[in-house]
């Protein structure tokens, strides 16, 4: 028998695609990236890279919160980003949603990211 567990929430966007918002095997969560999606209108937040990326981590921690766990149970990030001028302010946004010690992460430049934003993230969490 699987100890597999889909999960999925409300409080975050919809999968747009054949994927789960998350997958928890044990007491591991893989969350599928996360784009600047407000999760009731599903259209993309508007204001600049650091509005996008708050709805961004706004969305991994709903997802965090249905696994039963916070962001703070991360053990690594990924960031994508169209603009590495980006890193940052990006950084400051993910800062205030993380207490020390902070996660190991990776960022790296994209050419290009779903429905054209300027910013996605996964996560790995520990619960």
Known sequence: MSNR??????????????YSQAVKVGNTVWVSGQIPLDPESMTCVEGGIEREARQVFDNL???????????????KINISLTNLGD????????ESYFDEPYPARACVEVAA????????VEAILSV
């Open 87 to 94: 890193f940052a302010a990006v950084n400051a946004v993910m």
């Open 61 to 75: 921690a709903a997802i965090a919160d249905a696994a039963g766990g916070t962001l703070n149970d991360a053990v």
């Open 113 to 120: 990211l779903p429905k054209g934003v300027a910013i996605e």
């Open 5 to 18: 567990a889909i999960i999925a929430t409300g409080a975050a966007p919809a999968a747009i695609g054949p």
